[in-house]
């Protein structure tokens, strides 16, 4: 199957500071990325939905200064926290659709951010 | 208004018993897409089988059947044969497809416990 990647996988940072999480679709090219994010013990949330070359649409309530993505080509969508703080600890996960099946969505493993 | 609900929060199961995990969804759309996914400890969504709503037959996969209700709107998943690698969240999805694009939405959730 499609294979999604997230670097990094975990990442601790200060308060104040900016973190760029990226997703790569491996071996398809993902027309759609989706950033998601999924507090303990509850469901995934989507934050936005991002089409190669345009501006990403964003969820209500979620910040556009704040998760800036980016996705600049058709294997890449970066979502940068900036001047992140304690309450934006959490699981990120981006998942991709390709142009082959526009049906289906191919998860990456996550990466879990911790603000300090 | 909740799209999808999963009224389980928890269910335990012993090995080798057949579990089912309910999902109803509300949707007034005729075209739509419901999925089911596996989220480990680990935290990667694993797919695990899709429904699309003009399927008149049941979807399957190895260990794993829906049975899709259309009329009552329930997807309920069920996991024959139980492992006690089948511990883990489990999330009922659905996709809506519009002219302009596509919502995909998850429920809360459930976390099966299998029992040795």
């Known amino acids: 199957g499609a294979v999604v990647s997230q670097h990094p996988s975990w990442v601790i940072c200060k308060s104040g500071t900016s973190v760029k999480i990226e997703c790569r679709s491996l071996d398809f090219q993902a027309t759609t990325m989706f950033w998601y994010r999924q507090f303990p013990k509850q469901s995934l949330m989507l934050m936005a939905t991002?089409?190669?070359?345009?501006?990403?649409?964003?969820e209500q309530g979620v910040e556009k200064d704040k998760f800036l993505i980016n996705h600049a080509s058709l294997t890449l969508s970066t979502l940068t926290v900036t001047s992140a703080h304690p309450e934006d600890s959490s699981f990120y996960i981006c998942?991709?659709?390709?142009?082959?099946?526009?049906?289906?969505?191919?998860f990456g493993p996550g990466t879990r951010l911790t603000v300090t | 208004a909740q799209k999808i609900t999963q009224t389980q929060p928890g269910m335990f199961v012993q090995e080798k018993e057949a579990v089912t995990l309910d999902c109803t969804y509300d949707t007034s759309d005729q075209s739509y897409g419901l999925f089911w996914y596996k989220q480990p400890s680990s935290g990667e969504m694993i797919f695990l089988i899709y429904?699309?709503?003009?399927?008149?037959q049941n979807a399957t996969e190895g260990r794993y059947s829906l049975n899709f209700q259309k009329a009552r709107k329930s997807a309920n998943l069920v996991i024959s044969a139980s492992q006690l690698g089948d511990s883990a969240m489990y999330f009922c999805?659905?996709?809506?497809?519009?002219?302009?694009?596509?919502?995909?939405?998850f429920g809360p959730g459930t976390r099966l416990s299998v029992l040795p």
């Open positions: 998942s991709a659709r390709g142009v082959a099946n526009p049906y289906e969505q191919y």
């Open positions: 999805a659905m996709r809506e497809v519009y002219n302009y694009g596509q919502n995909f939405v």
């Open positions: 991002s089409n190669e070359g345009s501006k990403a649409t964003y």
């Open positions: 429904q699309g709503s003009y399927d008149e």
